[in-house]
């Protein structure tokens, strides 16, 4: 057998075998999959085994895994957070130029006796970097943290100021640094970045609506584009990586996280091309240059110790700075310390050029190597401990829903409802989305019942090509309204997303006679949709609040629901409230997560709205009207009609009705509810909250919440309260700073019962580690569903972190001055 192989067939096997077999011994012995596959390279590219040449085809994978990681990165980046925190960018992309750029050029000038252009050429270098470790964060579900947006921002800048440095080190060289010369390349990049943000989203936008039959066809419009972007960039005097992220960005809005095109794209590139890059950046660590003499030594360590110390410092200094913690700036570091693209491309042209000497480049090729090494191993410590500090808080449930209902009646719009749904669902959620189809019951049950199998098959192939779990539904019922119902019972759904046609067949029905049942026949929160255009391409999202809206017992679910679907289709949100509607609502709003590009506006009455929508709705805008069920706080009959009045008007734009939540779990028993001035404290009543308390350790504050259970008169029921003592001692719930929670089952109850004690003084529990100030009972009875009781503690959870609620807990000495 002839080594390196020569058979093209016997190559690619060779490397799929190593991309195979590389990570998981990287696994085994706990290092990160990134490092096994530059390990590969080094083991069995041309300075190994010497089994594999770094040929043009490796280097031209190898190049297609490049760009794909940039460009995935400007797909996955938080636009919103980019735009907030542009100032984090902009620090930490001067901090990690200046500063390596400066050590690197006085160490060089001291320590390697070389010329000025040499010393600027070489320290540019340590400069720019590679996010050859963003792979790694996505699969972690960082890529939109603060600390990975921030370095994503700070790449863009420092490789650009290094690649301006190498082109005027190269044309002073070459005796071709005339204004002309400068003119002409600043032109010729300003024309191609205006091009690309100007024309790339508007012809993306028109093809994804107007050509793409199907996904295949939009996936391989996204990598001729982006790779198109790559080459114009190189002919503008840019590198390709910079068009590939520019790509990326600018298709941002149209391929939602959750879709099957983004875990198309993502497949494609973790499971071939990426791989390549990474074996192809093995196979350039000679080993065998570090024996041939003292001076290339020395050049090696100066160059592997300035790269990975000057990273760390810009790291840690930015950090400091713009206010990150340890581990947030481990992460910036190890996404920030990687060697490689446009390290190699100085490199080479430094020695093309006559500055860099055969020792130069060696020291280059080791410390692509040892920076390599190290960012994926500090990228995937500090990532985990990012992780699990972040898992450690409790979610609030009420911002997301969990199970999504999707009644399905066609093929033709079961693929969007499908969209919407996987656009709600938490990415970290491990619960599947239900698509379900309702046969009336007939002679022809069983017929109907196959067709509807061969239905839902369609939405489980487009679910599971987006890695979303999914339980198909086929049920017969009486009518299709009691099957939906009957199917939202049986597996406790908390949000339906269903279709409309658009047209209103009666003055006494707001959709039709199935979706008006399904609507009043359930309290949990429904989007009822009308769809006429392909949600991923849409630019705004319109959120319509009728007066009293806040009041509403599922107004902050509501409001998490529309964000995270401004989030995912990376859109602005717009939303339109009453005269009436309070400070503290649009203050939720505000603060309510996640993060959106968010406009609020005030409409003055219902027909200035409707004329307002009039001049400056367009087809891709997605109007959703907030809308409540009849006896709601906020229902009213003029928004009973808005939907069929906004739909014969405007149809040219997606539609969609929201109803909230109904249903509060745990209702305050007087009247003198606080629902709408504390957005999620009604679960807590005045008769049963102690505020003020002088107390010093849980057994008395036990003692004297309980004296509040209904039918108790005061006494305390001795055994629930050694219980709920001992759950304090061994097992308290920690909801979040200052706050635990104790629950149980007791015969003492008949219903789910909320009691709240807040002590002044706050006591010290042996299982948490601040003091508890705030002390939530729940006590439930014997024979109650799990679920139920599981949804009682999510509702409290969610109630307690409603903002500033804990500091006026703390503050009030009556529940007067809670309400105040």
Not at 475 to 486: A, C, E, F, H, K
Not at 556 to 564: C, N, R
Request: hydrophobic share 50%; charged share 15%.
């Amino acid at each position: 057998m002839e080594i390196p192989f020569s058979d093209p067939v016997l190559i690619f096997a060779s490397v799929m075998v190593i991309i195979l077999i590389a990570p998981l011994l990287a696994r085994k012995l706990r290092l990160p999959e990134i490092v096994g596959l530059l390990l590969a390279g080094l083991i069995f590219g041309p300075y190994g085994l010497g089994l594999i040449e770094r040929d043009a085809t490796i280097r031209l994978l190898g190049e297609v895994g490049l760009l794909l990681i940039m460009f995935l990165a400007g797909l996955e980046i938080d636009l919103h957070q980019v735009r907030r925190n542009r100032l984090h960018s902009i620090v930490f992309g001067l901090m990690t130029f200046l500063i390596p750029l400066s050590v690197g050029t006085g160490l060089a000038l001291w320590t390697m006796a070389v010329t000025v252009p040499t010393a600027v050429l070489l320290s540019s270098m340590y400069s720019s970097h590679t996010l050859l470790t963003f792979p790694s964060v996505a699969k972690l579900g960082l890529t939109r943290s603060r600390a990975v947006t921030t370095t994503i921002g700070g790449t863009i800048i420092t490789d650009t100021l290094a690649l301006l440095v190498l082109a005027v080190i190269a044309a002073s060289v070459e005796g071709d640094a005339s204004v002309q010369f400068w003119l002409r390349l600043g032109a010729t990049m300003v024309i191609y970045v205006v091009a690309v943000i100007f024309f790339l989203p508007r012809i993306g936008r028109w093809f994804l609506r107007e050509v793409a039959s199907d996904e295949t066809v939009a996936f391989v419009f996204i990598l001729a584009a982006t790779f198109l972007s790559g080459y114009l960039a190189h002919v503008a005097g840019l590198e390709p990586i910079i068009g590939a992220f520019l790509a990326g960005l600018m298709l941002n809005s149209l391929i939602p996280e959750k879709s099957s095109l983004m875990a198309r794209l993502h497949f494609t590139g973790n499971a071939l091309f990426i791989p390549f890059f990474l074996l192809s950046v093995g196979m350039l660590v000679n080993v065998e240059l570090l024996f041939q003499g003292t001076k290339a030594w020395i050049v090696i360590a100066v160059m592997t110790s300035t790269a990975l110390v000057t990273k760390w410092l810009a790291a840690v200094i930015s950090g400091k700075f713009l206010g990150y913690s340890r581990d947030e700036s481990s992460l910036v570091y190890g996404l920030s310390v990687n060697q490689a693209a446009a390290t190699l491309a100085a490199a080479l042209v430094g020695y093309e050029i006559g500055l860099f000497s055969d020792e130069i480049i060696t020291g280059t090729i080791v410390m692509i190597g040892v920076t390599c090494f190290v960012g994926p191993l500090v990228t995937e410590r500090a990532g985990k401990k990012l992780v699990q500090a972040r898992d450690s808080e409790l979610k609030d449930p009420g911002t997301l829903p969990s199970r999504v209902l999707i009644p399905v009646i066609s093929k033709d719009s079961a693929a969007d409802l499908l969209d919407v749904a996987m656009y709600l669902r938490d990415h970290e959620s491990h619960e599947p989305v239900y698509p379900v189809h309702v046969i009336p019951d007939g002679p022809d049950a069983e017929v109907q019942v196959a067709r509807g199998e061969e239905l839902l098959a369609h939405m489980v192939v487009r679910s599971l090509a987006a890695h979303v779990p999914v339980t198909p539904l086929t049920t017969v019922d009486v009518n299709v309204s009691s099957g939906i119902l009957r199917a939202v019972r049986e597996n406790r759904i908390s949000t339906l997303v269903m279709g409309w046609d658009g047209h209103q067949r009666s003055r006494s029905h707001i959709f039709g006679r199935i979706l008006d049942m399904v609507v009043n026949g359930t309290p949990r929160q429904i989007l009822v949709n009308r769809l006429v255009q392909p949600v991923n391409t849409m630019k705004r999202i319109w959120l319509v609040l009728p007066p009293l809206a806040e009041r509403e017992v599922g107004f902050p679910e509501a409001v998490g629901t529309i964000k995270q679907l401004a989030a995912q289709c990376g859109t602005t949100l717009i939303v339109y409230g009453s005269p009436s509607f309070s400070r503290k609502g649009w203050d939720y709003i505000n603060r309510a997560r996640p993060e959106v590009s968010l406009e609020l506006r005030t409409y003055q009455s219902w027909l200035g709205l409707v004329q307002s929508f009039g001049q400056e709705i367009s087809p891709a805008d997605w109007v959703i009207l907030f809308s409540a069920r009849l006896g709601g706080i906020a229902w009213n009959p003029k928004g009973d009609r808005l939907p069929g009045v906004l739909s014969r008007r405007h149809s040219q734009c997606n539609l969609s009705v929201l109803y909230s939540a109904s249903e509060r779990l745990l209702a305050p028993s007087t009247g003198e509810g606080i629902q709408g001035a504390g957005l999620g404290i009604g679960v807590f009543s005045p008769e049963r909250t102690i505020l003020d308390g002088d107390y010093h350790e849980v057994a008395p504050l036990v003692r004297d919440a309980l004296r509040l259970l209904p039918g108790s008169d005061g006494e305390v029921p001795e055994r629930l309260a050694s219980q709920l003592i001992d759950i304090a001692r061994g097992e308290p719930v920690r909801l979040m700073a200052g706050v635990v929670l104790l629950h149980c089952h007791a015969p003492e109850v008949q219903d789910s019962t909320v009691m709240m004690a807040v002590t002044r003084h706050g006591i010290s529990l042996e299982k948490v580690p601040d003091l508890s100030r705030v002390v939530i009972i729940l006590v439930d009875p014997p024979g109650q569903e799990p679920g139920d009781h599981l949804a009682a503690l999510g509702r409290i959870a969610g109630a307690i972190r409603t903002p500033g609620l804990v500091e006026k807990l703390q503050n009030a000495r009556n529940f007067r001055d809670l309400l105040e």
